[in-house]
């Protein structure tokens, strides 16, 4: 089953001007975080600079510019929940993960598992919304979903 057609846009709201721009992601190391998402993900660092005791970027990925993680490193007061698997997740309020579109999640799991990311979750298929998703996480269990279309 395919997601529904969405509602037609909503242009006369006054807040029609509305757009995602970016997410921002707390982390306890700021380099290490940083050269993470450069290394096995390919983004690119588009801006850095400090704030207070705090190192933050713009991170984007390889081929976007429409989307960026805003990166905020320091010292955590409460770090982050380790979950033993991908279930267990869910039963935490917030923020849960980070959603990239790919085009074929298989190849890009399999490119990610070769620079030694860690998979949460191995490729599985939600009818529901026609897609094969599979589950990442950073080292400091962030986690990331990678979504295709079917």
């Given amino acids: ?4 057609t ?7 709201s006054p807040l029609s001007s509305m757009k995602a721009d970016h997410l921002a992601l707390r982390v306890p190391d700021f380099n290490a975080s940083r050269d993470w998402f450069i290394e096995k993900f390919d983004f690119r660092v588009i801006h850095q600079w400090p ?4 190192k933050l970027a713009y991170l984007a990925p390889a081929a976007d510019d429409n989307f960026l993680i805003e990166l905020i490193g320091g010292t955590l007061n409460t770090p982050r929940t380790k979950h033993a698997d991908l279930s267990a997740s869910l039963g935490e309020g917030g923020s849960h993960h980070i959603c990239f579109a790919v085009e074929d999640t298989k190849k890009t799991l399999e490119e990610l598992r070769s620079r030694g990311v860690k998979v949460v979750a191995e490729p599985f298929v939600v009818d529901d919304i026609n897609c094969l998703l ?4 950073d080292p400091w ?3 990331f979903e990678l979504s295709q279309k079917i």
């Fill in 51 to 54: 704030f207070g005791d705090l």
């Fill in 1 to 4: 089953m395919a997601i529904p």
């Fill in 134 to 137: 599979a589950f990442v996480s």
């Fill in 6 to 12: 969405y509602p037609a846009k909503n242009n006369l």
């Fill in 141 to 143: 269990d962030n986690l």
